[in-house]
C-alpha cells in the first residue's frame, strides 16, 4: 500500500462518497449533501492507496474545546488493516484541544474503545428521524 493522507476537498467525487456510505451499511445522502456537509466540516480526511479512495471521515469543530466525528467509512476490502486507525488520529491531529465526541454504528463501539473513546452515560440526540434511528439501535 501507498497511503496519502489528504485534509482537502479537491477532486474528491462525492458520488463516490454516497456509493461507499451505502456499500457500508451507513447513513447516507445524495452527493450534493455529502460535498456540503465535508466542505462545511473543520476537518476532513481522505486516504488513498496511490490514485484509489479507500477510506475517509470528517470533524466538525469549534476550534476551541468542542469536536464530533462523523462519516468514518473504509472501504470493504481494505478494513481491517489500520485505515480507520490512521483517519481518526488524523482527525484528532487537527483538533487536539477538543473533547470529540461521536455515535458510533452499533457493534462498532469496540473499534473506538481501542482508540480511547469511552461510553456516554447521559449522551443524548434529537435525531430527524428519531424511529429509524431506534430501529438502527442508536438509541433505546
Ligand atoms: C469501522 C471501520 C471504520 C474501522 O476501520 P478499519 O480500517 O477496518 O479498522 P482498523 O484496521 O484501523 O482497526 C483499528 C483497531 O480497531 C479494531 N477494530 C476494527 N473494527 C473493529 C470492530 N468492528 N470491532 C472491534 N474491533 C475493531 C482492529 O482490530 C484494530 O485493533 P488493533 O489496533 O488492536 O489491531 C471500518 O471497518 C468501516 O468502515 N466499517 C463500516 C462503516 C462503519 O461502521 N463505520 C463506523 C461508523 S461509526
Do not use: W
Amino acid at each position: 500500500m501507498e497511503l496519502k493522507v489528504q485534509y482537502d476537498c479537491s477532486n474528491i467525487d462525492f458520488q463516490y462518497i454516497t456509493d461507499t456510505l451505502k456499500t457500508v451499511g451507513m447513513g447516507y445522502f445524495d452527493a450534493i449533501t455529502h460535498k456540503k456537509a465535508f466542505e462545511n466540516s473543520y476537518t476532513v480526511v481522505f486516504i488513498f492507496d496511490n490514485e484509489k479512495l479507500i477510506g475517509f471521515g470528517r470533524g466538525i469543530s469549534d476550534g476551541a474545546y468542542q469536536a464530533g466525528i462523523y462519516d468514518v467509512a473504509v472501504i470493504p476490502e481494505y478494513q481491517g488493516k489500520g485505515i480507520g486507525k490512521i483517519i481518526v488520529d488524523s482527525i484528532l491531529k487537527t483538533i487536539p484541544q477538543c473533547n470529540v465526541i461521536l455515535y458510533a454504528a452499533p457493534g462498532k463501539d469496540a473499534f473506538y474503545e481501542k482508540l480511547g473513546f469511552r461510553r456516554m452515560k447521559t449522551g443524548m440526540a434529537l435525531f430527524l428521524n428519531s424511529e429509524r434511528m431506534q430501529e438502527k439501535g442508536f438509541t433505546d
